[in-house]
């Protein structure tokens, strides 16, 4: 390994750093009146999820609605069902 950084190393890192930071994210589950699938992210945004049984069809979030991407609501829905982890109203998970 050598001693200097170049710059394309020094970038790698710093996304990989940042990919970590995303990751360990707090979210908070919450089910409004029995039907609403709220999760709510650090930011204090929370967002509505479509869902049908255990998928994750739908986010109200920005990320989904203009990039139509799966987006980390979606993912830690089905994350915490495939953990068969009973959600509760009001749950925080660390992603
Ligand atoms: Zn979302």
Redesign the pocket.
């Known amino acids: 390994m050598s001693e200097t950084m170049s710059a394309t190393e020094a970038r790698i890192i710093a996304e990989e750093k940042r990919a970590a930071r995303a990751e360990e994210e707090y979210m908070t589950y919450y089910l409004i009146e029995g039907t609403d699938h709220v999760i709510e992210g650090d930011s204090g945004n929370s967002?509505v999820l479509d869902v049908q049984g255990s998928k994750a069809v739908d986010?109200s979030?920005p990320?989904?609605e203009h990039q139509g991407v799966r987006?980390?609501?979606?993912a830690a829905y089905e994350e915490w069902l495939i953990d068969e982890i009973q959600m509760s109203c009001g749950d925080t998970i660390k992603l």
Request: hydrophobic share 10%; glycine share 0%.
């Open positions: 967002h986010c979030c990320d989904r987006c980390k609501h979606m």
